[in-house]
C-alpha cells in the first residue's frame, strides 16, 4: 500500500475500498454554483461533497511532505504570507507591470499534476497516479477529470506546487534584469527602477510557461497595465503610496466608514456586519491605529456587535 493511501486512511478514517469508492464519482462529485464578479460576469464555484474535501485535505497533506515548499514569490495560500507580502517587494519601485492569467484554476489539468510528478521524481503506480487525480481534478459535470476546481480546498496547494517551476524560472528572469516579481494565485506584479518593457516582459512570461509545460496558461490582456509610481498604485488591494507606505485605500476606508455608521444606527444586516467584520481584520493587517480610529470614532470600542 503507498504511502498517500495510508495518509488519506490516516487523516479520514476511510478504508482503501471507501476511497475507490468515493474516486469513481468524484470528478462529478461537487455543487455547482455562480457567483457575480465584480465587472458584471459570473465565477463558477464547484463545491465538493464533505468526504471529498476529507479526501483532498489529506492529500495535501502528503505532498506537502514530498514536494518543495512554495517558491518564495508565490505569496497565496501559503501558511504565513497574505496580500501584504505580495505588495511589500515592491514598495521602492518606480514602474510596474500587473497583469493576470485568465481562468486560472479551471487552465490546470491533470497532465499538470503529472508533470508535477514526474520534476519531482515521484513514481506512483500508474493506477494510484490516476485515482489521486480522479479525486483531486473536477469533471465539470463528467465523470473524467478535466481541471482544478476553484472551490476545492486542494486547488490552492496544487495550483501553487503546478506553478513552482514557472515561479523560479520566471523570478531569475526578472532578477537578472533588475525587476522583482510576486504572483497572488492568478494575479501576476512585475516592478522596477528603469524602463518597462511591456512585449518583453510578457513574452517572457509566455516563453517561461512553454518551457514548463503550461502553456495553456494564457495572460489577460484586459488586464494587462503599465503604471508609474508617480501617485502611488494598488497592487492585489493594497496600496502603496509614492514614497513606498502600505497603506489601506481611500475607497475602502470611506466604504468602512458607511458600515459603521449603520452598525452604530442599528440599520445593518447581519450580513453587512460579518463582511464588516472581514474587512476590519484586513484593515488590521495594514495599519491596526487605523482600525482602532475607525471603531473609535463610531464608538465601536469591540467587535462586540
Known sequence: MTEIIK??????????????????????????????KQNGSSRTIAQPTKELKAIQRAIVECLR???????????AYVK???????????????????????NFFPSIMPSHFDQLLIQNEIHWEPEICNLIKRLLFFGNRTST???LAIGAPSSPYI???????????????????????????????????????????LNEIDRNLASVGLSALKINPS???????????????IRVTSDGEIKVDRELRREIRARLHKIRIQSASTEM?????GLLSFVHMIDEELEENLLSQYKLDSYDW
Open 7 to 36: 495518509e488519506i486512511m490516516r487523516h479520514t478514517g476511510f478504508w482503501p475500498s471507501d476511497i475507490v469508492r468515493i474516486s469513481r464519482d468524484a470528478p462529478r462529485s461537487y455543487k455547482v454554483f455562480s457567483i457575480p
Open 65 to 75: 511532505k514530498i514536494l518543495p515548499a512554495e517558491h518564495t514569490t508565490a505569496t
Open 80 to 102: 504565513g504570507k497574505s496580500i501584504i507580502d505580495n505588495a511589500k517587494p515592491h514598495r521602492n519601485s518606480r514602474i510596474f507591470l500587473k497583469t493576470d492569467f485568465q
Open 145 to 147: 477529470p478535466q481541471c
Open 159 to 201: 495550483s501553487n506546487a503546478i506553478m513552482y517551476q514557472f515561479d523560479l524560472r520566471f523570478s531569475q528572469y526578472c532578477a537578472s534584469n533588475e525587476l522583482i516579481y510576486t504572483r497572488y494565485a492568478d494575479d501576476v506584479t512585475v516592478s522596477g527602477n528603469g524602463k518597462m518593457n511591456q512585449s518583453a516582459v
Open 223 to 237: 488586464k494587462t497595465r503599465v503604471f508609474s509610481h508617480k501617485h502611488g498604485v494598488k497592487i492585489t488591494g
Open 273 to 277: 456586519i460579518a463582511e464588516t467584520h
